[in-house]
């Protein structure tokens, strides 16, 4: 039997690399996106801190400014250890 | 800022699942910013058998802000308010992570229960008596739970309120002489039984 490929769609599937499921801030999946964002993706990624504890980078922001405002350092959610953005 | 309303829906759902826990968490009328927890006063300790009711607001800022929690069911320990039920615990206030949750919290209040610090108290009286006379604070704390926090106790005719004032280890003449004076308030007639 001969078949001819007259057209072909690619499919691709995607997952951030992180080591939990949910964002331990706003629960929800990473793979999904933060409860202020309407589309998983580049637009709303993982972050990780030095401690290695990953958060929606929305999540992680706002928590970093609500404890900016507070007018201390903000710790790690998870951890308590001091949250600096870790260079990747 | 707007609260994560739909994260304190996820928690609730997954508090309704865990039946066998010994803290419950369900929302007041239809909004999700006022709930009321349960916890069960621990084994081995005072509160033991008691089960209490704690009011608890979800503020705008959730999570990144505590819940606002205290004490409906009166309690007798040095870290919560007798007369307000206002609960001086770090988590609820400045130590609070945005990874913790209402169950968690709940179940630190639990935890203060079984572990009272009478060195940063909110109820000064109670720990005086907690650190000066632990047995004074034993009784009077197993009496409230006894009084407020066990469904069909309290309330009953005065010849049970003088066998519970009894139990405390007064004579049942004295016991029924302060629950006159008092107006049979159990709680007021036991403080001036054991001020006397």
Same mark, same amino acid.
């Given at each position: 039997?001969?078949?001819?490929?007259?057209?072909?769609?690619?499919?691709?599937?995607?997952?951030?690399?992180?080591?939990?499921?949910?964002?331990?801030?706003?629960?929800?999946?990473?793979?999904?996106?933060?409860?202020?964002?309407?589309?998983?993706?580049?637009?709303?990624?993982?972050?990780?801190?030095?401690?290695?504890?990953?958060?929606?980078?929305?999540?992680?922001?706002?928590?970093?400014?609500?404890?900016?405002?507070?007018?201390?350092?903000?710790?790690?959610?998870?951890?308590?250890?001091?949250?600096?953005?870790?260079?990747? | 800022?707007?609260?994560?309303?739909?994260?304190?829906?996820?928690?609730?759902?997954?508090?309704?699942?865990?039946?066998?826990?010994?803290?419950?968490?369900?929302?007041?009328?239809?909004?999700?910013?006022?709930?009321?927890?349960? =916890?069960?006063? !621990?084994? +081995?300790? #005072? *509160?033991?058998?008691?089960?209490? &009711?704690?009011? =608890?607001?979800? !503020?705008? +800022?959730? #999570? *990144?802000?505590?819940?606002?929690? &205290?004490?409906?069911?009166?309690?007798?320990?040095?870290?919560?308010?007798?007369?307000?039920?206002?609960?001086?615990?770090?988590?609820?206030?400045?130590?609070?992570?945005?990874?913790?949750?209402?169950?968690?919290?709940?179940?630190?209040?639990?935890?203060?229960?079984?572990?009272?610090?009478?060195?940063?108290?909110?109820?000064?009286?109670?720990?005086?008596?907690?650190?000066?006379?632990?047995?004074?604070?034993?009784?009077?704390?197993?009496?409230?739970?006894?009084?407020?926090?066990?469904?069909?106790?309290?309330?009953?005719?005065?010849?049970?309120?003088?066998?519970?004032?009894?139990?405390?280890?007064?004579?049942?003449?004295?016991?029924?002489?302060?629950?006159?004076?008092?107006?049979?308030?159990?709680?007021?007639?036991?403080?001036?039984?054991?001020?006397?």
């Amino acid at each position: 039997m001969k078949v001819k490929l007259k057209r072909w769609h690619g499919v691709a599937v995607w997952k951030w690399d992180v080591e939990d499921d949910v964002c331990g801030i706003c629960r929800m999946a990473y793979d999904a996106c933060c409860p202020d964002c309407t589309m998983p993706g580049d637009n709303c990624p993982p972050v990780w801190g030095e401690c290695n504890h990953a958060f929606h980078i929305h999540c992680a922001m706002k928590w970093l400014a609500s404890q900016a405002q507070a007018g201390g350092g903000a710790p790690c959610p998870m951890c308590r250890r001091d949250f600096k953005f870790k260079e990747s | 800022m707007a609260s994560d309303l739909s994260r304190v829906k996820k928690e609730l759902a997954e508090c309704a699942k865990d039946t066998k826990s010994s803290v419950q968490c369900v929302p007041v009328g239809g909004s999700m910013t006022h709930l009321e927890g349960t =916890i069960k006063g !621990p084994d +081995g300790t #005072p *509160f033991a058998g008691g089960v209490f &009711k704690i009011d =608890i607001t979800i !503020p705008g +800022g959730y #999570p *990144f802000e505590p819940p606002k929690m &205290k004490f409906t069911t009166r309690i007798w320990h040095p870290n919560i308010s007798s007369q307000t039920g206002a609960i001086c615990l770090d988590i609820l206030k400045d130590q609070w992570s945005p990874a913790l949750t209402i169950k968690t919290a709940l179940m630190s209040l639990q935890a203060l229960l079984c572990s009272p610090e009478p060195d940063d108290p909110q109820d000064a009286e109670v720990a005086r008596m907690y650190k000066d006379t632990y047995q004074t604070f034993v009784q009077t704390a197993k009496f409230w739970t006894e009084t407020y926090a066990m469904e069909h106790m309290g309330g009953g005719d005065h010849e049970n309120a003088i066998a519970r004032v009894c139990e405390m280890g007064f004579a049942a003449a004295e016991a029924r002489r302060a629950l006159e004076a008092h107006n049979w308030d159990e709680v007021a007639a036991i403080n001036s039984l054991l001020s006397a």
